[in-house]
C-alpha cells in the first residue's frame, strides 16, 4: 500500500510565504515523477509544479518565479516552497506521485490535500 501524505498548509496573509510537504510512504520499489497540483473551491484541479526523479523541473505559468520545488529522493519527499502569495493562490494543495510497486508496475497515486487559504 502506497500513501502520500501532505503537511504544511494553513492561513497565510498576501505578501507571505508557506511551506508544503508531502512524504510518500509504504511498499515501492521507486518514485519517479513527483508533484503538486491545487483546486480552488469550484474550479478543477491544476497543476502546478513537478520534479523529476533526476531533477528536471516544470512549474505553471502563474507560479513561476514564486513557487520552488524541492525533492529528497533518499527521503521521498516532495516540498513546496511558496512565496508572494496572492489570493488567488487560495485552494486545496495535493501531492501527485508516479510510483513503481512490484507486481503492479508504474501508478499515480494522489494526497489527500492540504488546504491554503491566502486571505487578509
Known amino acids: 500500500q502506497v500513501q502520500l501524505v501532505e503537511s504544511g498548509g494553513g492561513l497565510v496573509q498576501p505578501g507571505g510565504s508557506l511551506r508544503l510537504s508531502c512524504v510518500v510512504s509504504?511498499?515501492?520499489?521507486?518514485?519517479?515523477?513527483m508533484a503538486w497540483y491545487r483546486q480552488a473551491p469550484g474550479e478543477q484541479r491544476e497543476f502546478v509544479a513537478v520534479?523529476?526523479?533526476?531533477?528536471?523541473?516544470d512549474l505553471s505559468e502563474s507560479v513561476k518565479g514564486r513557487f520552488t520545488i524541492f525533492r529528497d529522493n533518499a527521503r521521498n519527499t516532495v516540498d513546496l516552497q511558496m512565496s508572494s502569495l496572492k489570493s488567488e493562490d487560495t485552494g486545496m494543495y495535493y501531492c501527485?506521485?508516479?510510483?513503481?510497486?512490484?507486481?503492479?508496475?508504474?501508478?499515480?497515486?494522489w494526497g489527500q490535500g492540504t488546504q491554503v487559504t491566502v486571505s487578509s
Open positions: 509504504g511498499s515501492f520499489l521507486f518514485v519517479y515523477d
Open positions: 501527485n506521485a508516479e510510483v513503481y510497486v512490484a507486481g503492479r508496475g508504474a501508478k499515480t497515486y
Open positions: 520534479m523529476s526523479s533526476s531533477g528536471s523541473t
